[in-house]
Every structure is written in structure tokens, then in C-alpha cells.
């Protein structure tokens, strides 16, 4: 994931985050994320016939918290453990996608 590479390149991606090529990287970021949750939502709830509008606004919603999470770490220097971070995140709102994509079906 774009978290794993970062930390494995930290000085480099800090280097690019604090560059002219700062937008790039968010474009990275974003074409990153649009997939993981795309094929996270395909693949965890593919039974549930959801309108396909609505799935396409759950899936900017999370990426869009994915990318702004990542970029709070990287603007605090990546000093926090987002890996830790991410992972109560999605312990505490467990559920709460299933529930939407089930209300997407249901009206």
C-alpha cells in the first residue's frame, strides 16, 4: 500500500511531499486508494445489489479519508504510527460501510 512504500522511502517521499512534485504524489495517493477501496467494496460485499451511484460515493468517501489521513502524517513529518492508527480506525467504524451499502439497496 502507499503507507508501506512511504515508510520504506520515507526521506525520498518527504523529499517529493515538500517539492513542486507534491501534486503528483497526491495523484498517486489518489489512484492508489480509488482502487484498494474499489476492489474492497467489489469484493466484501458483492452480494449486496447496491445502485451503483451510491457505491461510487461510498468509494470517494474512504479513499478521500485514506488520502487526507496519509497526508496529515506525511505534513507531521510521518512521526505516528498511521498503520495503528488506520487499524483502530476500522475497528471502531466496523460495520458502518456494510450498513450503507445495505440502505443503498434497501431505497
Known amino acids: 500500500m502507499a503507507i508501506e512504500f512511504a515508510l520504506e522511502n520515507k526521506k525520498a517521499v518527504m523529499h517529493i511531499y515538500s517539492s513542486a ?3 503528483s504524489y497526491e495523484r498517486y495517493l489518489n489512484k492508489v486508494y ?3 477501496v474499489t476492489k474492497y ?3 466484501v460485499f458483492a ?3 447496491a445502485k451503483e451511484e451510491d ?4 468509494i ?3 479513499k478521500c479519508e485514506l488520502v487526507g489521513y496519509t497526508l496529515d502524517w506525511m505534513s507531521d513529518g510521518m512521526r505516528y504510527d498511521i ?3 488506520v487499524r483502530r480506525i476500522c475497528e471502531l467504524f466496523d460495520g458502518t460501510t456494510k450498513i450503507a451499502i445495505q440502505r443503498s ?3
Do not use: G, T, W
Open 21 to 23: 512534485n507534491r501534486e
Open 34 to 36: 480509488q482502487y484498494v
Open 41 to 43: 467494496i467489489e469484493s
Open 47 to 49: 452480494d449486496i445489489p
Open 55 to 58: 457505491l461510487e460515493i461510498i
Open 60 to 62: 470517494k468517501f474512504f
Open 83 to 85: 498503520r495503528n492508527q
Open 105 to 107: 439497496a434497501e431505497k
